[in-house]
């Protein structure tokens, strides 16, 4: 079951690091809907480097998330994976509950692309990897000791 999980969420994250590598190369398609909006106008303009850099940390949880499941061996990502999956964990969490205002469960601005999108896929995506992580930290801990 472990292995089936960790496979899961890391297959997910490669999936969200090859978009945003997609987006900053230049890809358009997906990004209207997946950058919060107000009136039409975007909050946020991430350039190339940005967007890499959020690939770039999508890969290395995926990386942290496979070795504490146990299906990637690094022996010294071993000794740090269980509280960096927690950190992940609790950063899905974090973008679960949001910012009231724009993004997570409790958003307040209800009536964009992005906000429908968050509140059919986004949004509970990153509640299911913050189970899903948290339950790769706890069990992974337990089958390493």
């Known amino acids: 079951?472990?292995?089936?999980?960790?496979?899961?969420?890391c297959i997910v994250l490669l999936l969200i690091a090859v978009l945003n590598i997609y987006w900053a190369f230049g890809g358009h398609k997906g990004i209207?809907?997946?950058?919060?909006t107000i009136k039409g106008h975007r909050l946020l303009h991430p350039g190339?480097?940005?967007?890499?850099a959020v690939a770039l940390s999508l890969i290395l949880a995926s990386i942290v998330i496979g070795v504490q499941g146990q299906i990637i061996r690094i022996p010294f990502l071993k000794r740090i994976s269980f509280w960096s999956s927690c950190v992940i964990a609790l950063v899905f969490l974090i973008r679960s509950i949001g910012d009231?205002?724009?993004v997570g469960f409790f958003k307040t601005v209800q009536r964009s692309i992005f906000a429908q999108r968050d509140n059919m896929f986004y949004t509970p995506l990153c509640l299911l990897l913050t189970v899903m992580v948290a339950f790769i930290a706890v069990?992974?801990?337990s089958k390493n000791r």
């Open 139 to 141: 069990i992974g801990e």
């Open 32 to 36: 209207n809907g997946a950058i919060p």
């Open 1 to 9: 079951m472990l292995s089936i999980v960790t496979l899961l969420v």
């Open 100 to 102: 009231f205002r724009y």
């Open 48 to 52: 190339p480097l940005g967007t890499l």
